[in-house]
């Protein structure tokens, strides 16, 4: 039942008031002070003479008057039928709610939230039956709604998209050191947040400033990372510290700085945990470079694991290198480099603990189902051991994810004195808070001096993705392929229906199947790139730059295992695909188990003996068998008998005496017979014939011999069957084996390239591979060889191979994740080889971690061009599935470690695996099973031929079963496809799965998915609910309001949150508006569509005045409102005209703008009687912006708590805004504040206090 009551409507001049007589009219008792009042004939509504309330005459006495009225020369009127009470009937109070009583009828005036009651007219007790409440409420008058109202508020709700992503970089607070060699930008989000004030004095300063080794950048890190070293965190351990600049920008020699601060302190070890074991090449490099030279660095892989300080190894100081495997190595003896570290170190130790790349430790809080990794717990166990240890996090992807940041325990963002007790409170919270939060993160971190985060420009590199479609060769294998794989279901399916008992197995072989599946498709679309990619890199070498190709897999493992089956020397390169084919059927197709052969003349009693001995798990062999085999009836029964046996055995007394199971005598045991096989105790004389002779060893009863020869004879045929259906199975098998050998597959792709570009000779490769297939000179045949010579030692290889690269010895390079972290092969300075590089991606990375990884190879300090970056892609559409992996960490990549999600690279459009992706899956998975009409048209369909649409449908429904998506289910006695509900919402699986089918129906698959895709992100921006990051804040005038107001301040680093408060103008004048478009129409831009508009539908007796002109894009129009200026949106021409009209003067216009502009700066567009009153701001021209700036997590819950209160939906979230003033350009970043929050904002915090001016 409602809570609130209605305002009573106020009273109309001409209502009657009634009079307490009783001469003639209807008699009614007042609903407010209870007298009986006499009501004029006709009269239905009046006000009480006494109590002045106004209301209505009750239903039963309301047909009397209408009568009444309609018939007013007819006489008198009839009598009512007489009613069950003496009372007269109360008057309608449109303040209570009006319900019948159960009992006598009459119409009751009942008092909202009321439940339990007593009828006045015939005193029984009653109770409101609230689900049946709502058929006595009448429906409120609806409401007039204003359309422009609610399209302005949505524009509000979506906000401006931020603007510059970056900002030229200079440390704020430091001056020391000469400039960095490159340009280096900072997100313009961290860009508005100001570190603490630097007051750590650096031990080496003169030092650095003779050498010039370090730029004031690089500087300012040692100040900060020193500085936040003297802090502890409230539980105890020493704070650590995060270097989370982009590649390239120098943090290797940022680390050799601080080794050397600390050397000078006195702090005389440290350890350096990096990605690769050659990387302590570079690290000591940058030792020298900063004057270091007198520090020892020792490879830990190198030494034996006694103690290091021993006598016997000797390292008492200096930079111990090792690698994150070698932090969770053991030798053979149990002892560990961890225990080996830890001992070196000492319990006190307060020396540095480096984790480069510390990207390397992700996965300590994995996602549901899957287990922490060894090195992210390793990284946590060295951590806890050493709490006064100075530990530097280092990496350009230090956090893909925010549950990668686990590992981050000296940050201090959760635990003792923060606003999460845990790291899972942490995380959930920033997984709510969605990408705004995650940028928050970030910002915080660099408030609190415990962050830097600075990238090399990618002005001058070039970003381009490069669509390489499927030559009519490739086109035409792949084709065959997906076929070919679709048969290979079909017979695994049915050579594992003949291994009923065997489903463990069967589960296995349906894993290896689809792993198999996707990796031979992965080569697949690789292999599809190669022409493009040979033919792009030749196009950079004629232009006199050089090419350096990405990929992740070399195809090792498969040319490994062909050499060793076919030899060394080979008549062509190994197509890596048939291999991964070959290997898959050799070892995973289902084969019935090889049956035993026949027995030869095997006496009956030995058979008997066999079967005696034999128990469940033991065959008659003698072997223990492995999985239940389907065996004859007569098979199961003898199986019974032994257990029986076996049973009575087990429970067989020691007493002398037994039971004839014939006559059922008790007989001495000795003087009856033991059936071997089934066990029974007979007399020799109760048997039929009687057994006369004396017994000597086993002896089986008659019965037990008749089914001894029964089983041997079905046990031959039985052989025989199994036999025929194993050979069957093996020719088939070996059938499908010549069908692989005979199909037409691509190369190696890593092969076919350096062939293609000139071989070893010419392309210098660091990879992870050992050895490759090289042509032979006369360019008949392959042969495999080593990569490394002689003099070179395969852990040397690769840094050689760079080495030939800088040189201009070899001027491609070929890198893949495995040989190349952490290697510098951009146009440097100091190399011979600056030619501008071509950096191609022939494959994504698995992760953007590693995607960024690999661009910053080429894009490093120091260099004479900036890189060419290519991304190719085929035209497949579940290609698309790598790239939507890579784009979803981008984007929170960039969100998390660099404060602004749009510092990743251009990849958005291909991040289907969100939200919205896993809703347009479902959707279509409805829409294809027939539950559901699909929301779009498919494509290539049209909606006036349904026909198209069905047979589309069908075609899809096809393509699912044979990917194993879609599976067939009995529904009410017909086959009819399903999902299975772990598959409705992973896109992940779909992306993959649908790479096996012919590239028209996936194409036409994976344009369906993004069609509905678009339209729930369009959808979605339109309501407002879509998470668009950092939001710019845009109007013609932005000033400061008042004094900001310190709301919380951080004891640790002084740090504070601060309430700013903004004053927005952000209306269009008129004369501006008209200048406006008389621009457009000087410069011969406008169409005929251009000028003022007002709006079709009326509200408040006024129309909304709007300027529309065509934009860029042919058919929209760019918007602008008196009110709040320029859209964001564009509208289509059908949608203009459908809801605006052109004004049919000037002057009319004119009027309406300024009109609509003037009453703007007073109230929002929904009128005076908005429910949210001064609160509301749709629409509003002069409206105040409340941005909480500074420190956001310490204040989290409080923030969070105060916007759930909001009754505006958009209010609810959390929305990150970026303000800048308009007369001073001063930028805050901070969580948006909605007006009606502010003062619940203020409440919950503990005290707050004006910002002083500093002097």
Not at 1059 to 1069: A, S
């Amino acid at each position: 039942m409602a809570q609130q009551q209605q305002q009573p409507p106020s009273v109309p001049p001409q209502l009657p008031t009634a009079g307490t007589g009783a001469v003639g009219g209807v008699q009614v008792r007042c609903a407010g002070c209870h007298k009986i009042l006499t009501i004029a004939a006709g009269v239905t509504e009046f006000v009480c003479g006494t109590c002045q309330l106004p209301q209505m005459l009750p239903p039963e006495l309301m047909t009397r008057a209408q009568a009444h009225n309609s018939q007013p020369n007819k006489g008198p009127l009839p009598q009512p039928p007489p009613r069950l009470q003496h009372v007269a009937a109360h008057g309608v109070d449109p303040t209570k709610i009006q319900l019948p009583c159960a009992n006598c009828k009459a119409i009751l005036n009942v008092p909202h939230g009321l439940s339990r009651f007593q009828c006045p007219q015939c005193h029984v007790d009653l109770a409101v039956d609230v689900s049946k409440l709502k058929e006595f409420l009448l429906p409120p008058p609806p409401e007039e709604v204003n359309e422009v109202a609610i399209e302005v508020e949505r524009e509000e709700d979506e906000g401006g998209l931020a603007g510059e992503t970056f900002t030229d970089y200079r440390p704020p607070k430091l001056s020391i050191g000469p400039p960095h060699p490159d340009p280096v930008v900072e997100t313009s989000s961290l860009s508005a947040v100001q570190p603490p004030e630097p007051t750590y004095d650096l031990t080496i300063k003169d030092d650095l400033e003779n050498l010039k080794a370090l730029s004031c950048l690089q500087i300012e890190t040692l100040v900060y990372a020193c500085q936040r070293h003297l802090q502890h965190l409230p539980s105890g351990v020493r704070a650590g510290f995060f270097v989370g600049d982009g590649a390239g920008v120098g943090k290797g020699r940022t680390i050799a700085g601080l080794i050397w601060e600390n050397w000078h302190i006195g702090r005389r070890k440290a350890v350096w945990i990096s990605v690769g074991s050659d990387l302590k090449f570079d690290a000591r490099r940058d030792l020298d470079d900063v004057g270091a030279t007198c520090i020892e660095v020792h490879a830990l892989n190198k030494l034996p694991y006694s103690k290091l300080d021993s006598k016997s190894v000797g390292i008492k100081e200096g930079v111990i290198f090792l690698t994150y495997s070698s932090l969770i190595a053991s030798s053979e003896k149990g002892r560990s480099r961890m225990q080996q570290l830890v001992q070196w170190c000492g319990s006190g130790y307060d020396g540095l603990i480096i984790f480069d790349e510390c990207h390397k430790a992700k996965n300590l809080v994995p996602e549901a189902g899957s287990q922490p990794t060894r090195t992210g717990e390793a990284v946590l166990d060295i951590q806890a051991r050493l709490p006064e240890a100075r530990v530097i996090y280092c990496s350009a992807t230090g956090a893909s994810e925010p549950r990668n940041l686990g590992y981050m325990v000296r940050l201090g963002l959760w635990g003792a004195g923060t606003s999460f007790s845990e790291f899972r409170d942490f995380l959930g919270a920033l997984e709510k808070g969605g990408v705004g939060a995650l940028e928050l993160v970030a910002m915080d971190m660099k408030a609190r001096g415990m962050y830097v985060c600075r990238t090399l420009s990618y002005k001058g590199a070039e970003f381009e993705v490069v669509e390489a479609p499927l030559e009519d060769e490739m086109m035409d294998m792949y084709k065959k392929a997906a076929e070919f794989w679709t048969e290979l279901r079909v017979e695994i399916l049915t050579a594992t229906a003949f291994l009923a008992n065997e489903k463990p197995i069967s589960s296995q072989v349906w894993r290896l199947y689809w792993a198999s599946h996707q990796r031979f498709f992965r080569h697949m679309c690789m292999s599809a790139k190669v022409p493009a990619a040979v033919r792009l890199a030749k196009k950079a070498l004629m232009e006199d730059k050089c090419v350096v190709i990405g990929l992740q897999s070399t195809g090792e493992a498969r040319t490994e295992e062909a050499v060793t089956k076919y030899g060394l020397e080979l008549d062509d390169f190994i197509s890596g695909p048939r291999e991964l084919l070959l290997k898959f059927v050799e070892e995973n197709y289902p084969l019935p188990e090889k049956p035993d052969p026949v027995p030869g003349e095997e006496s009956v009693k030995e058979l008997q003996r066999k079967r005696h001995s034999a128990s469940p798990g033991v065959s008659m062999k003698g072997r223990v068998r492995k999985v239940a085999k389907v065996q004859p009836p007569s098979d199961n029964e003898s199986d019974e008998e032994s257990e029986t046996d076996s049973a009575a055995e087990s429970t067989e007394s020691d007493d002398e005496f037994q039971i004839c199971e014939i006559c059922n005598a008790e007989t001495e045991r000795k003087k009856l017979l033991h059936c071997s096989c089934c066990g029974q105790l007979v007399h020799a004389e109760c048997l039929i014939p009687p057994v006369i002779d004396e017994v000597s060893g086993d002896w089986a009863c008659h019965s037990c011999k008749e089914k001894t020869d029964e089983y041997l004879q079905q046990r031959e045929r039985y052989i025989a069957e199994l036999k025929k259906r194993y050979e069957a199975a093996v020719e088939r098998k070996s059938k499908i084996l010549g069908i692989i050998r005979s199909l037409d597959l691509p190369n190696n792709p890593l092969d076919d390239l350096i062939d293609q570009l000139g071989g070893p000779d010419k392309v210098a490769e660091m990879t992870g591979r050992r050895g490759m297939l090289v042509r032979a000179s006369n360019g008949k045949g392959v042969t495999y060889q080593a990569r490394n010579t002689k003099e070179i030692s395969m852990e040397m290889v690769n840094m050689h191979e760079k080495q030939l690269f800088m040189d201009g010895k070899k001027i491609v390079a070929i890198i893949s994740e495995a040989g190349s972290a952490g290697v510098s092969l951009q146009a440097d300075r100091r190399a011979a080889n600056q030619k501008r590089r071509v950096h191609l991606t022939l494959e994504l990375p698995w992760s953007a971690d590693r995607a960024i990884q690999q661009f910053g190879r080429t894009h490093r300090s120091n260099q004479a061009s900036a890189p060419e970056y290519r991304l190719l892609f085929t035209d497949l559409g579940g290609e698309r599935r790598f790239a939507s992996i890579v784009a979803k960490r981008l984007e929170s990549l960039g969100a998390l470690t660099q404060g602004d999600r749009r510092a990743g690279l251009s990849l958005s459009a291909y991040n289907y695996d969100s939200a919205y992706g896993k809703k347009a899956l479902i959707l279509m998975y409805r829409g294809i099973m027939e539950q559901e009409i699909l929301p779009v048209v498919p494509p290539g369909c049209s909606s006036e031929d349904p026909e198209t649409i069905q047979d589309f449908i069908v075609e899809a429904r096809a393509a699912l079963v044979f990917v194993g998506i879609m599976r067939d289910a009995k529904d009410s006695g017909k086959l009819s496809g399903r999902v299975a509900d772990s598959d409705m919402h992973d896109v992940g699986r779909f992306l993959n799965r649908i790479l096996g089918l012919p590239p028209k129906v996936q194409n036409r698959l994976f344009e369906l998915f993004v069609s509905i895709l678009d339209l729930l992100v369009h959808n979605a921006r339109i309501e407002g609910n879509l998470d668009s990051g950092i939001v710019d804040m845009k109007a013609n005038i932005i000033e400061l309001q008042g004094t900001p107001k310190t709301v919380y301040v951080d004891q640790m680093s002084g740090a504070s949150t601060v309430l700013f408060t903004f004053t927005l103008d952000r209306g269009i004048t008129w004369e501006s508006a008209s200048t406006m478009l008389e621009g457009k129409q000087e410069e011969g831009l406008s169409s005929a569509n251009d000028g003022f508009y007002e709006s079709r539908r009326e509200w408040m007796g006024r129309r909304h005045t709007i300027l529309a002109f065509e934009s860029s894009t042919s058919g929209l129009y760019k918007i602008v409102r008196p009110a709040v200026g320029e859209s964001m949106r564009e509208m289509p021409l059908a949608e203009l005209k459908g809801k605006y009209r052109k004004t049919s003067s000037l002057e009319k216009a004119r009027s309406g703008w300024k009109d609509e502009y003037e009453v703007s700066s007073k109230q929002c567009m929904h009128g005076p009687k908005c429910k949210l009153g001064n609160f509301c701001t749709v629409g509003r021209r002069l409206q105040e912006v409340n941005v909480l700036g500074g420190l956001i997590l310490p204040v989290w819950g409080t923030i969070e708590k105060a916007l759930s209160k909001q009754s505006r939906q958009s209010h609810k979230r959390l929305r990150v805004v970026r303000i800048e003033t308009t007369t001073d350009n001063q930028r805050i970043v901070g969580l948006f504040v909605p007006n009606a929050a502010v003062e619940s904002v203020l409440q919950d915090f503990a005290w707050v206090q004006e910002i002083e001016d500093s002097p």
